[in-house]
């Protein structure tokens, strides 16, 4: 394919045999350009598709009207979504939005940073990739540009943070107790990686909802997931059903992993609801298209993206001086059949 050089404000002044700032003016509509020059500079400029620098000339005024976004991945429902609120809430400030994906890679994400700044974005929303754990240097280096920079869903331990998150403790919870209310008594936990504050803080929320109600925590009940995905969630519940003391609950801390698992139940025959109840994060559209369908927490994903933007604007009006607490979300329960244990299947709620 040939390389076509985009028309530049140069090309047209160069055919028309004018100088450069005449056709700015001119394209401008500046009052001090005549309109027979202002005419044939639009004609030329029409015949030769040229189009306007838009963030070339932003910059010149100081603001590129742009907002970076870096995300661990695009695949499923969260991070799709929060960046449909983001976008939406952006466009209206009147930002463009510039979105990478670090693929839960620390060196992509590190080279996301980069890119952005030296797109000189105004403001850089970020979820941290599973393999950040304390490398923080790249968020320092934005802060010393003096960008604002606000995390949202995972976020960095960094004094001082910027955040909008779910309040993951308080779903998990909410989740574990619906099961202990449905008789659950021997409940095991898919936990993510430990370093991020989500996975985290469903795992206290777990064992909080454990000890509220008197049950053990058992330590080889909790499988530790090694990725987010559908084969560590079968490798998980294979190892579970191998424990000593049958389980008869699962909460999970991720929904990619808990199909997985309820592959697993379905090939050995094990009856969910009936014999194993469960409930996970979080309400990918997925999730209520399995048999039985998932109870779920769910996040508030275009919530969060609209939450979010809205911050990095108060940050971007209020300056540096400005560093309110994490906003955090309340998460929502959202029950369907696989969480319902002693429930017959005729008698589940639709929804």
């Known amino acids: 394919m040939p390389n076509i050089k985009p028309t530049s404000i140069a090309d047209l002044a160069q055919q028309l045999g004018i100088s450069p700032s005449t056709v700015s003016r001119a394209l401008a509509d500046h009052s001090g350009i005549s309109e027979a020059t202002k005419d044939r500079v ?30 661990p991945h695009i695949r499923g429902y969260f991070f799709p979504a929060v960046m449909n609120g983001i976008e939406k ?16 890679e620390l060196r992509r994400e590190q080279q996301n940073i980069d890119t952005l700044l030296a797109a000189q974005v105004e403001g850089i929303l970020i979820s941290l990739s599973a393999t950040t754990h304390d490398q923080m240097q790249h968020f320092e280096q934005v802060r010393q540009q003096g960008t604002p920079l606000v995390f949202f869903d995972r976020m960095a331990d960094l004094a001082g943070s910027s955040a909008v998150v779910l309040d993951d403790f308080q779903g998990a919870y909410r989740a574990v107790t619906h099961l202990i209310e449905q008789g659950c008594t021997r409940i095991a936990h898919l936990a ?28 080889q009940a909790v499988y530790n997931l090694p990725e987010l995905t559908h084969d560590a969630g079968r490798d998980a519940m294979e190892h579970l059903l191998t424990l000593e003391t049958p389980l008869d609950g699962v909460f999970a801390a991720y929904a990619i992993p808990t199909v997985g698992a309820l592959e697993v139940l379905h090939e050995r025959e094990v009856r969910v609801p009936q014999d194993v109840a469960i409930a996970c994060f979080s309400n990918e559209p997925f999730t209520n298209m399995t048999h039985p369908r998932l109870t779920v927490v769910d996040q508030r994903a275009e919530q969060m ?16 001086s400005y560093s309110p607490p994490p906003l955090v979300l309340k998460p929502e329960l959202i029950v369907r059949a696989s969480s319902l244990h002693h429930a017959e299947p005729a008698s589940l709620p639709k929804r």
């Open 89 to 104: 809430v952006a466009s209206r400030a009147g930002f463009n939005v510039m979105m990478c994906q670090s693929n839960e």
């Open 42 to 71: 639009r004609q030329l400029a029409q015949q030769l598709n040229y189009r306007p620098n838009q963030l070339a000339a932003a910059l010149r005024k100081g603001h590129s009207k742009t907002l970076g976004v870096v995300v």
């Open 305 to 320: 993206g609209e939450t979010a933007v809205r911050l990095l604007l108060q940050l971007l009006k209020r300056g540096p």
């Open 192 to 219: 993510g990686p430990q370093h991020l504050n989500t996975s985290r803080n469903r795992y206290l929320g777990y064992a909080e909802a454990l000890r509220a109600h008197g049950l053990p925590l058992d330590e």
